[in-house]
């Protein structure tokens, strides 16, 4: 209620489904970002084992 502006109850579960859309999409966004992080630092940087000599 507070962090979107609603001085009442009514008001607020009036766009309550809106907000739990947006909620979902910022929670998937937030994901992605982890995901994609994770994935760079699992990366092997090389390896001096790769080389033949």
């Keep these: 209620m507070t962090r979107l502006g609603h001085s009442s ?7 309550q489904h809106t907000s739990d859309h947006r909620e979902r999409e910022i929670a998937d966004g937030v994901d992605a ?3 994609n992080a ?10 001096a084992g ?4």
């Design 9 to 15: 109850t009514r008001a607020a579960l009036i766009h």
């Design 33 to 35: 970002v982890i995901v």
């Design 38 to 47: 994770l994935k760079r630092r699992r990366r092997p940087k090389g390896h």
């Design 50 to 53: 790769d080389t033949d000599g």
